[in-house]
């Protein structure tokens, strides 16, 4: 600790007030700011001797324009000051930037794409039209309560909403796992979901697993899962791929 | 001499490294900071100040005033748990990178 040594001192709190005073910073702020932005100064120049300058008059005033020129090397120190103590509110943690706030703003237009797919009435008429020519009659009945009730504007509208969950959460630096994560999210959700149905239906309600009830299960799990899984994964491979490939050139 | 974007990098890792043997205010941050790098890291107010006041409000630092020597206040600044932590990963980085530069180094001359 630098020795005190009153006759280098010089009144750096009000130097430093006047330096801020231009600055976004509260009042209060800049009072505090200031006097810990002194104290610093003052030390540096009760530290002189240590740097090699001695009691004289001539090296008492070295001193004082080195720590000076500290307070006045940066013409933005005040405005630098405030964007730091306000990062907090702008910079949250990682885990909130790289996997939570994606993670609810995908599930969240995934479900609103829905709604409003679902509230004009888009239903897939066209997109089942090949049933009506196409397969045997029992795969015609299969595909029908997969397709025909699967909103198919929805399922194109996922690679993109995987795409960009797995973008921004890459953007903010995180691993390849939590990218993933976040581009799926919104499948997580309908798993648990399934998963509670399943819970529920079987466990709590007591239905017996009848070949209707399984059937039934299997195309929800196809409708609600698998297939806009698969539409999300689409949108997740690409960027997973290209960090691999920066991987290997790397 | 390091260069400067080197610095900024590794600035995080020079304040938390310091803070993990105790509480220490502005200035004795940069002093140590210094004398433990033999002058290859310097800090001054301007890059000091903003860094620190940016770990804290990340959590990983906290401050509160304290008495000093005779009856000076300044501001002291400990490491919090989360600082802790990012140490660690901070410290395995910086390590990685610099072998990687070192093996980088080697085969360039080899």
Redesign the interface.
Known sequence: ??E?RDNWRHDWREEAARKLADSKLSAAERE??S???A??????CT?APARGLDDSAADQIAATQSAAA??Y??KH?GA??Y??????AM?L?DRTKQLWFPSIAMLLASIALLAIFQVPGLHPYYSTLFLHVGPPLHWRAILWRVYGRTNIFWLCFLPFLGAAGTYWSRRAGSARAMQAAVGLCPLLVFVAMFVAMLHSSFALDGVPPTNKLLTGLAVASLRWMIIPGAALLLGVLPFLRTRSAERRIA | MIGANIKRGSAELAVLSVLEAGPL????I??RIERNTRGALRF???S???????ME???WLKAAWSE???A????CYRLTA?GRKKLAPLRKEWNELFRALGRLAEAHHA
């Open positions: 600790m630098p005190r505090e700011i006097r810990e932005l104290g610093y100064l003052d030390d540096l530290d500290e307070l090397e940066d120190l630098n000051l964007r730091a103590r306000r990062e907090n910079n943690n | 205010h502005g200035y004795e940069a002093r001054t107010l301007a000091l100040y903003p860094l620190l006041y940016r409000a990340r959590g000093i020597g005779d000076r206040a300044r501001r989360a």
